[in-house]
């Protein structure tokens, strides 16, 4: 049988019915009613022995030759025992697979692991990173798709703002998202390893945190100065129990153990995800009756002045420490920084220090065997950090002071 010449393909009209032009080596033209034309290639399917068709794309966007090309292709898959029509399904999975995969949809697929394991601000902080910084520029793209320059344009901008820290902390976020697009089996390799290096470097900036001689000018001033009383009640709260800024906003009555003497974290609320137990002194305790009147028949110890039925922000005691002049000079977690440094002066044992900071050690060996939590060693060194705060806020109405 002859071949078809382009000119024939070119000239075939459509007729009553649809019909095919043979080209041999089971390639058709086949022409529709309406005129339009596609290549087709007749092979026998692998599995059932039975004659079919597939596509092998439309004319004139595929030429003669091309579809030439293409039943050659379907030849050679089915002398090796392989369906192209199988071939084409998966294909066109893959297709549909890479297209819905964007960057944006694979970070909320990241997103949903780190709910239990990070606190809601972080996530919530890091969230707004990516639709700020990352998704209106590179959110859509498939990340199969996703190059290196194309995240670092997405950056530049705010390395042209001085944004270095964001920069850095963004380009991290959009590293391990692609790392968790490798480890899912999206992509075989992350393309965006590496991206922060080329971006200049935020100085370092060490903790803002006042010196242990700072103490008593802390205290004097919170005490004179004008805010709510759970404001002041949460700013000694923190400094006394040494936690976290959102560990003490958040806390609930129902962790108060009075009988115990124990403020008992659970592990939910810990950013190490293990359950905290702290030691309350006269002071912490004093604390506590201070508020109660307050909040005392509510779930959350710090009620927000906005909505009693939730926490205050755990922002609010960074808010506070502004407004009263300490703005540059410490913040809430350097309130754990300035307890830290002045019972490691004192010499109290490094690893009791670093219990009653809800610290973990970064030798996991050593971790896996250091399980104590050092509770009965805590008490004696809660109470002198307690005593402490007490006698630096001689002179001054602290909660502590003015009602004990």
Request: aromatic fraction near 6%.
């Given at each position: 049988?002859?071949?078809?010449?382009?000119?024939e393909?070119a000239?075939a009209?459509?007729?009553d019915?649809?019909?095919?032009?043979s080209?041999g080596?089971?390639l058709?033209?086949?022409?529709?009613?309406?005129g339009?034309?596609?290549?087709?290639?007749?092979?026998?399917k692998?599995?059932?022995?039975k004659?079919t068709?597939t596509?092998?794309?439309?004319?004139p966007?595929?030429s003669l030759?091309?579809a030439?090309?293409?039943a050659?292709?379907?030849r050679k898959?089915?002398?090796e025992?392989?369906?192209?029509q199988?071939?084409?399904?998966?294909q066109k999975?893959k297709?549909?697979s890479?297209?819905?995969?964007?960057?944006?949809a694979?970070?909320?697929?990241w997103?949903?692991?780190k709910?239990?394991?990070?606190g809601?601000?972080?996530?919530?902080g890091?969230?707004r990173?990516?639709?700020?910084?990352?998704?209106?520029?590179?959110g859509?793209i498939?990340?199969?798709m996703?190059?290196?320059?194309?995240?670092?344009?997405?950056?530049?901008?705010?390395?042209?703002?001085?944004r270095l820290?964001?920069v850095?902390r963004t380009?991290?976020?959009?590293?391990?998202?692609m790392?968790f697009?490798v480890?899912f089996?999206?992509?075989h390799a992350?393309?965006l390893t590496?991206?922060k290096?080329?971006?200049r470097?935020?100085?370092?900036?060490?903790?803002?945190?006042?010196?242990?001689e700072e103490?008593?000018?802390?205290?004097?001033i919170v005490?004179k100065a004008?805010?709510a009383?759970?404001?002041?009640?949460?700013?000694?709260?923190?400094?006394h129990?040494m936690?976290?800024s959102?560990e003490?906003a958040g806390?609930?009555?129902e962790e108060?153990d009075?009988?115990?003497?124990?403020w008992?974290?659970?592990?939910?609320?810990?950013k190490m995800?293990?359950?905290h137990?702290?030691?309350?002194?006269?002071?912490?305790?004093?604390i506590l009756?201070?508020?109660?009147?307050?909040?005392?028949?509510?779930?959350?110890?710090f009620p927000s002045?906005?909505?009693p039925?939730?926490?205050t922000d755990?922002?609010?005691?960074?808010?506070?420490?502004?407004?009263?002049?300490?703005k540059?000079?410490?913040?809430?977690?350097?309130l754990?920084?300035?307890?830290s440094?002045?019972?490691n002066e004192?010499?109290f044992n490094?690893?009791?220090?670093?219990?009653a900071?809800?610290?973990t050690?970064?030798?996991?060996?050593?971790n896996?065997y250091?399980r104590?939590?050092y509770?009965?060693q805590?008490?004696?060194l809660m109470?002198w950090?307690?005593d402490?705060?007490?006698?630096?806020?001689?002179?001054s109405m602290s909660?502590?002071?003015?009602?004990?």
């Open positions: 049988m002859a071949k078809l010449t382009a000119k393909v000239n009209k459509p007729k019915k649809a019909y095919r032009l080209d080596g089971g058709y033209l086949h022409i529709r009613k309406s339009s034309k596609s290549w087709e290639c007749r092979y026998i692998p599995t059932t022995r004659p068709y596509g092998v794309g439309a004319y966007d595929v030759a091309n030439r090309a293409r050659t292709d379907v898959l089915v002398s025992g392989i369906d192209p199988l071939v084409k399904a998966e999975a297709i549909s890479e297209q819905s995969n964007t960057f944006k694979v970070a909320e697929l997103r949903d692991t709910v239990n394991l990070n809601s601000n972080t996530i919530a890091n969230w990173k990516l639709e700020l910084h990352a998704f209106p520029s590179i859509s498939p990340v199969t996703l190059t290196a320059p194309m995240a670092i344009a997405a950056l530049k901008p705010l390395e042209k703002k001085e820290e964001t850095k380009a991290q976020l959009l590293n391990e998202i790392t697009a480890n089996g999206l992509v992350n393309p590496g991206i290096e080329v971006f470097k935020p100085k370092v900036q060490h903790m803002l945190a006042l010196k242990p103490l008593p000018e802390l205290i004097r005490a004008n805010m009383i759970t404001t002041k009640c949460l700013i000694e709260w923190q400094l129990t936690t976290r959102s003490a806390a609930r009555w108060i009075e009988e115990k003497r124990l008992i974290i659970p592990k939910e609320r810990m995800k293990k359950e137990q702290i030691p309350l002194t006269e002071q912490a305790l004093a009756d201070v508020v109660r009147p307050i909040s005392g028949h509510r779930n959350y110890v002045i906005r909505d039925k939730k926490p755990a922002e609010s005691i960074n808010k506070a420490l502004s407004r009263i002049g300490f540059g000079r410490t913040t809430a977690h350097g754990r920084s300035l307890a440094t002045t019972l004192q010499e490094p690893d009791v220090i670093e219990a900071l809800a610290h050690g970064k030798d996991a060996i050593r896996a250091n104590s939590n509770l009965e805590r008490k004696p109470k950090w307690s402490h705060i007490e006698k630096a806020s001689y002179g909660i502590t002071n003015s009602h004990r």
